[in-house]
């Protein structure tokens, strides 16, 4: 497969779990660092994110729990929340990420994500979320 | 619920999760700090891992992507691979959660997280991994 | 203790350290997570600060190294030197706290820890901080 | 204060604090990097811990936090762990330092940290901690 | 060399590297934690940073890689990559920097450390930065 | 290019720079996750260390600043401490790095990156180092 077939691949991807947010991270970076942005795509999305093995389902929640504990991933938590909606997670899984995620990284890592999620729901119009 | 049956409700969790290796980081913690066995037991295990709404599965999933991205809790590791191959979870799916996890936290820590794996794949007679 | 009463008390303590700033932390997450909130009142501030054996300004010592060192807890660190206020700790303690951190932690989290007390004692007309 | 009375100053605190577990770190570093020895003494023991307005306790409790919360910094903990209880912390309050400190950085740094002390206590005949 | 001789040599440093950014942060802490100003002058710009064996521009080399790798530093980064330009790294060398550091700490601290430098640059009317 | 090719391109590259120490962690992972080693080989060593615009001495410079930083990296930091040597960084500017490191990530992360630098200094028989 040759970069840029890669890259087209990649993209397939984000568009797919990112929708618009995604592409707007890539243009973002155009005129400041596009090999980041062709990184991103090519290697994230087209190498890793497409391979067999694990759903898309599976690697939002991977995803989540690992943003979640790093801690100072605001932005890329926006996007992933959205994306996890995106591949099927409700909003109640998804606030259950991140009430689990607590224990491993404590409570304020986990409210700090709590209230991404609440922005983005806002946003999709998705709340209250009520309990399961 | 008790103190108590709160603590029985996390034993029966810890038990079907992880087996006896979390029985054995309890037991260890016996003359340490038998609060934070109680707290491990009852509200980690108890109250947050019985909680409807996320299958074991998935939090296993969520847990390998918090402890990898952490860093340096490859003890923990070791029991929530475990964990993992426990509620079913294969092996080629652990491994593609550590290599998806790259992607989040960088090489090292998915290299870690890899050769946990390795050592408790290899206690289990689970090596070599074949490509899914 | 049912989990109502878990959660009485930790209101109580909550309220009496955290004051107001607390309460609109919980208030905020009842559409989105109630169940974070009540871990949060229920568990840390129920079960764990309302424990004896250590006093609430040595609790307030802990948290203010823990939340500086982990990094990106802004939020978190402006509800508890709030908190350490209440308890007791001086504004000059508070300041002596966060450059005792710098040790262990380096300078930029004790820059953006300082900086957190810098907006908390504003607010509260504790300006400036003169030497011990 | 010149740079050989600052060291003086901050070998002098070592000692009170550290006992010789801190002298040993110090010369284990003379061979490789005895700039690193110099700025642990003079700068942080002299230059930070020596600072009215905190006392040594209360600083013991910071770093404890800010430790624990790092992760990965088990030989700093071991030697820190003793220099808490050289200055005054018993055992239980260390444990429920390290108990409090699972509300902010989770599960896993605290579980660590209880080990390192169990280590300690263990090796100063301490063990078991009974119930305050 | 006296406390005060140490902190004029950090002003020096400070003001070579860092410009009017690192003054203002200075000058930021002076009703808050004067000492803490105090200690990054003196300690970290007067003791350090003047030390020779390594030049300013691998100094700063250094400091990118650990900023970017800790996160949460977003305003210390901001110093430090106009402090990178002002010792002579090109804004190529400097987009470079932070996407190999991808490697080591993963994307989304790259990212983040990227946006920086695109507001650093958009300020110093360096955009866009071209292929080198 | 084909992945074949882009793996090639790595290991010349990891060759260079790690000499048997990074064969030795692809060979470890040839029965676990053959496709980590992979993607560190093609992808990193590959991809990314073979970009020009920043030379190998530069690239080890960001890659120590960040794996100190990061800490629990100590496997990581032993290749790359060598690495390192390899391309043309002395032993006292590797102790320089990690002593200016600490401004930025404390002294605890300084000090484990220090002891493996020993570790690996004494291997290839570097003990002493003496001041620049």
């Known amino acids: 497969m040759t970069r840029d077939e890669r890259f087209e691949n990649g993209l397939t991807m984000l568009r797919r779990i990112d929708g618009e947010a995604g592409q707007k991270v890539i243009d973002s970076l155009a005129d400041i660092s596009p090999e980041l942005g062709h990184q991103v795509v090519a290697w994230a999305f087209g190498d890793i994110y497409t391979r067999p093995g694990l759903p898309l389902r599976d690697r939002q929640l991977v995803t989540l729990g690992a943003l979640t504990a790093l801690g100072g991933c605001e932005p890329q938590l926006e996007v992933h929340i959205n994306a996890a909606l995106n591949v099927g997670l409700t909003p109640q899984e998804i606030v259950e990420v991140l009430l689990h995620s607590a224990v ?14 609440k922005k983005v729901f806002a946003e999709r119009d998705l709340l209250p979320v009520t309990a399961p």
Chains 1, 2, 3, 4, 5, 6 share one sequence.
């Open 104 to 117: 491993y990284c404590g409570m304020p890592r986990a409210l700090n994500a709590t209230f991404v999620a």
